[in-house]
C-alpha cells in the first residue's frame, strides 16, 4: 500500500506494538509500523501514533524524537504510555518514577464524552503497563480523563494531540477500540484498507519484482505459504512450489496438503526429508536450537531440489516480522527464533533472493486475501500450525515414538472439536 494519509505507528519497544497496527486496520484504515529511527521517512501520513516501550524518558539515552519534525507533519498524534509520557515533556511539562509499577486494569474516568472519548462509558476498564508517572502538565495541556483514584490518565494538547497512559489496543482495555476510532476521527481522509487493493497492489509488485526470474515457493498446506502459492499462481511468474515432509508433520498431513493443493490447481512437488531431520535433531532438547537446526536444514533440502531457481518465496507475515526483532533497526525485543528468520534465509534476503508478498498482514488478513484470491472455506481457515510442525510440541529429545504419541493426541483432539462444531471457534 502507499504511504499517503496511512497511519503511521512509531515504534518505542513495546510489545503491544503490532496490536496498534492490527486494531487500526480492523478500523478500516491502512496503518504501518516504523522503527523509531525510520522517523523522519513516514512519507506523507495522515495521523501518527506513538507507542509505549519498555524504557524509562528518566534515562539518559532514553528514546526520542524530532518534536519540530512531529509537528511538521501538521496530522493528529497519539501517544500511548510512553508515547504520552514524552508528549507531555516535549510539551513543556513532566515525568517522574512512579514508587511502584503499575501493571493489570484500571478504571477510566473520562471527563466529558466527547472528542477522544465520545461514546465511551462513565467509567470503564482499561490496562495499564509503566512504571513512571506525569506529575507537571504544560500551560496549555487539558486532562481529558482519569483513573479511579483521580490521578490523570489522558491528556489534550491542542486541538489534535492526545496522551493516554494506557494500552487501547488490548482487548483487557474494554473500549480501547472505540477510543482508537474516536482518535482516527480526527484525521482528513486516511486512506482506507481494503484487502481487494491490497491483492491488486501485490499482483502487480510481485510481477514487476520477480521478472521472467523463476521463483520457488516453499509450501507446508497452512494458510500462509497455501495463500502465497495461490497468491504466486495468480501473478501469472514462473513458480514450482515444493512440499518437504520433514517427518515432524501431523497423521496423515502429507496425504492432506497434496488432496488441497490438486484442489486448488497449483502443482506442488514432494521432497521426503525425514530421515534426515531426525538424524541432525537426534539428542537435542533445547527448543531454540531444534528452530536453527529445522530453519537451516529447512533450507538446504529445499535449494538442494531447487537447481537453478533464482527467488525463494516464504510466507512470512508481519508478526513473525516483530517476534523475531529482526529488523535492525527496532527496539523490540526478541520474542523467538522464528523459521523464516535463521542467519540462512538473513543471508538470502542481502543477496535480494527473498521474497515475502505477505510480511505486512496479520493471520486474520491472510485470511481475507485468501478468500479474494477464491480459496475454498474449509482450507483458509485451517488452523495455524508451526512450521517446524511437531517439533515444537515435543518436550526434550524428539523420537519417533514421541512423535507417533503427540500425532495420534492431535488427531483425537482435532476430531473432537469438528465433531462438536468447535474447531472455528477456537485459535
Same mark, same amino acid.
Given at each position: *500500500?502507499?504511504?499517503?494519509?496511512?497511519?503511521?505507528?512509531?515504534?518505542?519497544g &513495546?510489545?503491544?506494538?503490532?496490536?496498534?497496527? !492490527?486494531?487500526?486496520?480492523?478500523?478500516g484504515?491502512?496503518?504501518?509500523l516504523?522503527?523509531?529511527e525510520?522517523?523522519?521517512?513516514?512519507g506523507?501520513?495522515?495521523?501518527?501514533?506513538?507507542s509505549?516501550g519498555?524504557?524509562?524518558?528518566?534515562?539518559e539515552d532514553? /528514546?526520542?524524537?524530532d518534536?519540530? $519534525?512531529?509537528?511538521?507533519?501538521?496530522? /493528529?498524534? =497519539?501517544?500511548?504510555?510512553?508515547?504520552?509520557?514524552?508528549?507531555?515533556i516535549?510539551?513543556?511539562? #513532566?515525568?517522574?518514577?512512579?514508587?511502584?509499577?503499575?501493571? +493489570?486494569?484500571?478504571?477510566?474516568?473520562?471527563?466529558?464524552?466527547?472528542?477522544?472519548?465520545?461514546?465511551?462509558?462513565?467509567?470503564?476498564?482499561?490496562?495499564?503497563?509503566?512504571?513512571d508517572?506525569?506529575?507537571?502538565?504544560?500551560?496549555?495541556?487539558?486532562v481529558?480523563g482519569r #483513573?479511579?483514584?483521580?490521578t490523570?490518565?489522558?491528556?489534550?494538547?491542542?486541538e489534535?494531540?492526545?496522551?493516554?497512559?494506557?494500552?487501547p489496543?488490548?482487548?483487557?482495555s474494554? @473500549?480501547?477500540?472505540?477510543?482508537?476510532?474516536?482518535?482516527?476521527?480526527?484525521?482528513?481522509?486516511?486512506?482506507?484498507?481494503?484487502?481487494?487493493d491490497?491483492?491488486?497492489?501485490?499482483?502487480?509488485?510481485i +510481477? @514487476? $519484482?520477480?521478472?521472467g526470474?523463476?521463483?520457488?515457493?516453499?509450501?507446508?498446506?497452512?494458510v500462509?505459504?497455501?495463500?502465497l502459492?495461490?497468491? =504466486?499462481?495468480? &501473478?501469472?511468474?514462473?513458480?514450482?512450489?515444493?512440499?518437504?515432509?520433514?517427518g515432524?508433520?501431523?497423521?496423515?498431513?502429507g496425504?492432506?496438503?497434496?488432496?488441497?493443493?490438486?484442489? *486448488?490447481?497449483?502443482?506442488?512437488?514432494?521432497?521426503?526429508?525425514?530421515?534426515?531431520?531426525?538424524?541432525?535433531?537426534? +539428542?537435542?532438547t533445547d527448543? @531454540?536450537r531444534?528452530?536453527?537446526?529445522?530453519?537451516?536444514?529447512?533450507?538446504?533440502?529445499?535449494w538442494d531440489s531447487?537447481?537453478?531457481?533464482d527467488?525463494?518465496?516464504q510466507?512470512t507475515?508481519? /508478526?513473525?516480522?516483530?517476534?523475531?526483532?529482526? #529488523?535492525?533497526?527496532?527496539?523490540a525485543?526478541?520474542?523467538k527464533?522464528?523459521?523464516n $528468520?535463521?542467519d540462512?534465509i538473513?543471508?538470502?534476503?542481502?543477496?535480494?533472493?527473498?521474497?515475502?508478498?505477505?510480511?505486512e498482514?496479520?493471520?486474520?488478513?491472510?485470511?481475507?486475501?485468501?478468500? &479474494?484470491?477464491?480459496i475454498?472455506?474449509?482450507i483458509?481457515q485451517?488452523?495455524?500450525?508451526?512450521?517446524?510442525?511437531?517439533?515444537?510440541?515435543? /518436550? +526434550?529429545?524428539?523420537?519417533a515414538?514421541?512423535? !507417533?504419541i503427540?500425532?495420534?493426541?492431535?488427531?483425537?483432539?482435532i476430531?473432537?472439536?469438528?465433531?462438536?462444531?468447535?474447531?472455528?471457534?477456537?485459535?
Amino acid at each position: *500500500m502507499g504511504e499517503s494519509r496511512h497511519v503511521a505507528v512509531v515504534d518505542f519497544g &513495546s510489545q503491544y506494538t503490532q496490536l496498534i497496527v !492490527r486494531r487500526v486496520r480492523e478500523l478500516g484504515f491502512f496503518a504501518r509500523l516504523y522503527a523509531l529511527e525510520e522517523f523522519d521517512e513516514l512519507g506523507k501520513p495522515g495521523a501518527i501514533i506513538l507507542s509505549g516501550g519498555p524504557r524509562s524518558t528518566s534515562e539518559e539515552d532514553a /528514546p526520542d524524537i524530532d518534536f519540530g $519534525r512531529l509537528q511538521a507533519y501538521g496530522v /493528529p498524534v =497519539l501517544g500511548i504510555c510512553y508515547g504520552m509520557q514524552l508528549l507531555n515533556i516535549k510539551f513543556g511539562g #513532566n515525568v517522574e518514577a512512579s514508587d511502584h509499577r503499575e501493571y +493489570g486494569p484500571a478504571v477510566l474516568v473520562p471527563e466529558s464524552q466527547e472528542g477522544l472519548f465520545e461514546g465511551v462509558s462513565e467509567k470503564s476498564q482499561v490496562w495499564m503497563s509503566h512504571s513512571d508517572t506525569v506529575r507537571d502538565l504544560a500551560e496549555d495541556c487539558r486532562v481529558i480523563g482519569r #483513573n479511579q483514584h483521580g490521578t490523570p490518565v489522558s491528556l489534550q494538547w491542542g486541538e489534535r494531540c492526545f496522551g493516554i497512559q494506557f494500552h487501547p489496543e488490548v482487548t483487557h482495555s474494554h @473500549e480501547g477500540l472505540r477510543i482508537l476510532d474516536n482518535f482516527l476521527q480526527q484525521a482528513d481522509s486516511l486512506q482506507e484498507f481494503r484487502i481487494e487493493d491490497f491483492k491488486r497492489e501485490l499482483l502487480e509488485e510481485i +510481477g @514487476e $519484482r520477480v521478472g521472467g526470474k523463476q521463483v520457488v515457493c516453499g509450501v507446508s498446506g497452512g494458510v500462509d505459504s497455501t495463500v502465497l502459492a495461490v497468491l =504466486l499462481k495468480e &501473478s501469472g511468474i514462473r513458480m514450482r512450489a515444493i512440499f518437504v515432509d520433514h517427518g515432524l508433520l501431523r497423521k496423515d498431513e502429507g496425504d492432506e496438503v497434496r488432496n488441497n493443493f490438486r484442489r *486448488m490447481g497449483v502443482d506442488i512437488e514432494t521432497v521426503e526429508a525425514s530421515e534426515r531431520f531426525m538424524s541432525e535433531l537426534a +539428542g537435542v532438547t533445547d527448543p @531454540e536450537r531444534k528452530r536453527e537446526i529445522i530453519g537451516n536444514l529447512f533450507i538446504e533440502v529445499f535449494w538442494d531440489s531447487v537447481g537453478d531457481a533464482d527467488i525463494l518465496a516464504q510466507g512470512t507475515l508481519y /508478526p513473525d516480522v516483530i517476534e523475531s526483532a529482526s #529488523n535492525a533497526k527496532t527496539k523490540a525485543s526478541k520474542i523467538k527464533t522464528h523459521h523464516n $528468520r535463521v542467519d540462512r534465509i538473513l543471508e538470502l534476503q542481502e543477496q535480494g533472493k527473498v521474497l515475502e508478498p505477505l510480511a505486512e498482514l496479520f493471520k486474520d488478513e491472510v485470511r481475507e486475501l485468501g478468500k &479474494s484470491l477464491g480459496i475454498e472455506h474449509d482450507i483458509v481457515q485451517r488452523h495455524p500450525f508451526p512450521g517446524p510442525g511437531l517439533a515444537v510440541r515435543c /518436550p +526434550g529429545e524428539i523420537t519417533a515414538d514421541r512423535l !507417533r504419541i503427540i500425532r495420534e493426541c492431535d488427531a483425537i483432539f482435532i476430531a473432537r472439536l469438528r465433531d462438536h462444531g468447535w474447531y472455528e471457534k477456537v485459535w
